[in-house]
């Protein structure tokens, strides 16, 4: 079946220093990815939709300035925290959607925990 | 807005007992909806869907039926095993428009069965 990895799968960082995280399909092309956000004991956040080659789409509520989302190719969508602080504290899942506009599957990657001291 | 609730867990069973997840779900227009699985330190991974009402929706002895007039998607297995503990979530996807493509899940369930 379609792989998504993340990498890395955990960091930790100190306060203000930025973290980037890589998410990639590795054996399908991806048009779209997303990125999540899942707190403890908590529900996946949609943080942002990625789409190869513009800009990403931001959910209400997201600091694009803080969360900044590069989706460079067709298997590869970055996410780096800049700045970070212990509250962006976390855990961070992609999501790839392959194939048509009319295809509803997407393949989860298995998170990346960051933690900001 | 679109929204996914699921039973409070954790739920724990036995062995080879019966298991429902009672899942609601609040959209506009005709979503389709999903069952993922989260094994533990493991991704999300797709256990079932369906994409119109009374369509069921079935994997590895878990079905899910897509009722449109209760607004649920119930996810059942007539006999768990050790293997199915993980977290479960409910989700759907909007028909269309600007949203089409997100997921909203529900808050997830943690299922632990005990042999």
């Known amino acids: 079946g379609a792989v998504v990895s993340q990498h890395p799968s955990w960091v930790i960082c100190k306060s203000g220093t930025s973290v980037k995280i890589e998410c990639r399909s590795l054996d399908f092309q991806a048009t779209t990815m997303f990125w999540y956000r899942q707190f403890p004991k908590q529900s996946l956040m949609l943080m942002a939709t990625?789409?190869?080659?513009?800009?990403?789409?931001?959910e209400q509520g997201v600091e694009k300035d803080k969360f900044l989302i590069n989706h460079a190719s067709l298997t590869l969508s970055t996410l780096t925290v800049t700045s970070a602080h212990p509250e962006d504290s976390s855990f961070y899942i992609c999501?790839?959607?392959?194939?048509?506009?009319?295809?509803?599957?997407?393949?989860f990657g298995p998170g990346t925990r960051l933690t900001v001291l | 807005g679109d929204s996914v609730t699921q039973m409070e867990g954790p739920v724990t069973l036995s062995e080879e007992a019966f298991l429902t997840i009672n899942c609601t779900y609040t959209a506009t227009g005709y979503p389709s909806l999903f069952w993922y699985v989260q094994y533990p330190g493991e991704g999300l991974q797709l256990l079932l869907k369906?994409?119109?009402?009374?369509d069921k929706g079935s994997n590895k002895g878990f079905e899910a039926t897509y009722r449109k007039e209760t607004t649920s998607f119930h996810l059942e297995k007539g006999s768990v095993q050790v293997s199915d503990s993980a977290v479960y979530f409910c989700a759907l996807i909007r028909a269309g428009g600007t949203s089409y493509g997100k997921l909203t899940f529900g808050q997830g369930t943690i299922l632990t069965v005990h042999p």
């Open positions: 999501s790839a959607r392959v194939g048509t506009a009319s295809s509803d599957t997407q393949y």
């Open positions: 369906a994409t119109k009402a009374d």
């Open positions: 990625s789409n190869e080659g513009s800009k990403a789409t931001y």
